[in-house]
């Protein structure tokens, strides 16, 4: 069984998909681009991207009753991995322990124009 989760902490779905899923004991965030849910707006800086794509998986995954610290895995998207160090630095604010399994790839292009997307799966 599944459950679908929506939250206005974190930008709509710009497509025929969820926020997230429940099913079971296990969020399934969709890939968050680094929109502020409040304004809409896209930072310019790949840190600042990053930052606000982790902050909405965040809100998503505290509105399914989890949190960063029940990740067990992260997908990072980039557009250009020379911005790999800086995007680490970044996400090691967020993830301080027990580190979730990770990938990180180079795609010729995202959403919107957008730099970074990243998704997370969770245990609740």
Same mark, same amino acid.
């Not at 679908?4 to 710009?14: F, G, H, M, Q, S």
């Not at 998909?17 to 409040?38: E, H, M, R, T």
């Not at 993830?95 to 124009?113: D, E, I, M, W």
């Given at each position: 069984?599944?459950?679908?989760?929506?939250?206005?902490?974190?930008?709509? =779905? !710009? /497509?025929? *998909?969820? &926020? =997230? !899923?429940?099913?079971?004991?296990?969020? *399934?965030?969709?890939?968050?681009?680094?929109?502020?849910?409040?304004? /809409? &707006?896209?930072?310019?800086?790949?840190?600042?991207?990053?930052? &606000?794509?982790?902050?909405?998986?965040?809100?998503?995954? +505290? =509105?399914?009753?989890?949190?960063?610290?029940?990740?067990?895995?992260?997908? #990072?998207?980039?557009?250009?991995?020379? /911005?790999? =160090?800086?995007?680490? +630095? !970044?996400?090691?604010?967020?993830?301080?322990?027990?580190?979730?399994?990770?990938?990180?790839? &180079?795609?010729?292009?995202?959403?919107?124009?957008?730099?970074?997307? #990243? +998704?997370?799966?969770? /245990?609740?």
């Amino acid at each position: 069984m599944k459950q679908v989760l929506t939250t206005d902490r974190a930008p709509a =779905a !710009i /497509g025929p *998909y969820s &926020q =997230a !899923i429940i099913s079971g004991n296990v969020v *399934y965030v969709s890939g968050q681009l680094p929109i502020d849910p409040k304004t /809409g &707006q896209m930072p310019e800086k790949v840190t600042d991207q990053a930052r &606000q794509s982790l902050q909405n998986v965040k809100a998503i995954l +505290e =509105a399914a009753g989890s949190s960063l610290d029940k990740a067990l895995r992260v997908g #990072i998207f980039m557009t250009d991995l020379s /911005g790999f =160090a800086a995007v680490n +630095e !970044i996400y090691a604010t967020f993830f301080t322990q027990n580190h979730p399994a990770r990938s990180t790839v &180079q795609v010729a292009a995202l959403p919107r124009g957008a730099q970074i997307e #990243i +998704e997370a799966v969770a /245990g609740l």
